[in-house]
């Protein structure tokens, strides 16, 4: 029995014109003489890989598998660029499978004139047109590679992949492909409009001050303050990595709701190396004990976020112990707010009250979309302050104040370069103008707030901040408190002396 063969569809909606039509029944005409041909093609090596990949691209897992693999690697830079090409994914699926697919239907090609080891073990019932499979690939691809250019290269082989399995598996016809391509760049560069690429990562050790301690292999002078039930466990694990990485190390377990500080100072006379291990609360108390004593630090990561830490290029507590045995430290800048040190960052106002609405919103809308929502609910429940910022008056509820220059521009900073350039990063949103709130939700959605007359950013080397009205909260790397209407902020540049391997 003849098999017949089943034409394409025309992709012909009644609102395209007929000299349009006419060339989209070429591209049918086209399409059925390609897939023709790869139908009746026989690649032992392409039957033995495509139709796996194009499996494995199913609900973007390959993508999503990748961005964990990074993760797993502990590779920084091949992570941040998985996050923006699954963000890239997000828009390329919705524009493909919500809009272009309900748009420009199209029948699927007749599969069944392949070999049945050739097909895809789930074929979609969705319109053809265009492939949300390629969009993904083409999307993740690209927005990849402008984070990273090897793990864009590396995504791009297997997207390639990715889209000659569509149609070589039956799912798609060529224009379907070459169109969801197409699609995928473009959301990939939108997304790249509406969120910039921060850059190339930087080395950041080799640009710190070198301060080099006497080696200790065996940590000898080395006095760790360290609560095992710190960081659900962590810290215990953090105890016993010590006790058989730096056996001469004095280790001392702090209980549950004793003073971080008080005890630090305690044990501070008797060291000569100070180390503390947890999140960023726990670097800042090491730190503040370890400026006031003049002892290099040694910071075990052992937090959630540990943004100091990773900033400095530590985020494995193993590398910070192979720098004690080395003897490697650098000295980087502390910020002072009213006499108070900080690590990472101060805020006055609903700052932290606008980043814990954020981070709830981010895994659900993006971070440029959670930011924007985030900042019309925190102007809307909160009054603004009327502040004089270096004796110019401004009316605000958010301000930051960051221990050196952060990544990226606006209200989303999450990584500096290096701590050593002897300023703080401060950025403001003055709210006090017309429709300020929704000026500044536009701002950030077309990603262009830092060219808003309302976005105030600087880098000084001190700065003084008086609240003459509106709330005195005062936030300083997590912890927050009352403080006074007077607020100086000031730099102590390379107090901090920090043990840390050099740049690989």
């Known amino acids: 029995m003849t098999r017949t063969r089943r034409i394409a569809k025309p992709v012909e909606p009644t609102f395209v014109p007929w000299s349009a039509r006419r060339r989209l ?11 023709r041909r790869l139908a009746d093609s026989r690649v032992p090596a392409l039957d033995a890989t495509l139709p796996r990949l194009t499996n494995a691209a199913d609900h973007s897992l390959l993508w999503v598998g990748l961005t964990l693999a990074a993760k797993l690697m502990g590779r920084r830079q091949w ?22 697919k309900r748009v420009l239907p199209r029948r699927r090609p007749d599969a069944g004139t392949l070999p049945v080891g050739r097909r895809a073990h789930r074929l979609p019932i969705s319109p053809s047109f265009p492939s949300g499979h390629s969009a993904s690939a083409a999307a993740f691809a690209v927005g990849a590679g402008l984070e990273s250019r090897s793990a864009g290269a590396v995504a791009a082989t297997l997207a390639a992949g990715v889209c000659v399995s569509r149609v070589y ?9 070459l169109a969801g391509a197409a699609l995928g760049v473009a959301s990939a560069a939108a997304l790249a409009r509406v969120v910039p690429v921060v850059g190339p990562e930087v080395q950041r ?46 280790v001392v377990e702090l209980e549950d ?79 002072t707010v009213n006499g108070q040190l900080f690590v990472n960052t101060s805020s006055i106002g609903s700052y932290p009250a606008f980043v814990a609405t954020r981070e709830g919103l981010e895994h659900r809308l993006g971070k440029p979309l959670a930011a924007a929502v985030s900042v019309v609910r925190t102007l809307a429940r909160e009054v603004p302050m009327t502040l004089l910022v270096d004796g110019r008056r401004h009316s605000s509820a958010l301000v930051f104040v960051g221990n050196g220059g952060y990544q990226p521009t606006g209200f989303a900073p999450s990584w500096r370069p290096r701590l050593d350039d002897g300023l703080l990063d401060l950025r ?59 607020i100086r902020y000031g730099v102590m540049p390379g107090a901090l002396r920090v043990f840390c391997p050099p740049a690989d």
Request: no cysteine.
């Open 25 to 35: 029944r070429g591209v049918d005409r086209w399409d059925e003489d390609l897939f």
């Open 79 to 100: 992570t941040r660029a998985g996050l923006r090409g699954l963000g890239s994914v997000a828009v390329a699926s919705l524009l493909a499978n919500q809009v272009a």
């Open 169 to 177: 598996s039956g799912a798609h016809y060529p224009s379907d492909v």
């Open 205 to 250: 050790q080799e640009q710190h001050g070198r301060a080099d301690e006497s080696p200790r292999p065996t940590g000898h002078g080395v006095v760790a303050v360290i609560n095992p039930k710190s960081g659900s466990g962590r810290g215990a694990e953090l105890i016993e990595l010590l006790r058989r990485e730096l056996p001469d190390a004095e």
């Open 257 to 335: 709701g004793s003073d971080l500080i008080a005890q630090l100072r305690r044990v501070a006379p008797r060291a000569r190396v100070l180390a503390v291990g947890g999140g960023d609360g726990t670097m800042t108390a090491g730190a503040t004990v370890a400026v006031e004593s003049g002892l290099p630090l040694l910071a075990l990561t052992g937090g959630t976020f540990n943004h100091f830490t990773t900033d400095v290029g530590i985020e494995d507590p193993m590398r910070a112990i192979e720098a004690v045995r080395s003897g490697h430290t650098i000295a980087v800048d502390v910020g």
């Open 428 to 486: 403001l949103l003055d709210v006090g103008r017309r429709w300020a709130a929704l000026r500044i939700a536009m701002s950030l959605l077309t990603g262009r707030l830092e060219r808003s007359p309302l976005y105030i950013e600087q880098r000084v080397a001190s700065t003084e901040i008086v609240i003459v009205e509106g709330s005195t909260l005062l936030a300083r790397d997590g912890e927050v408190s009352e403080d006074e209407s007077r």
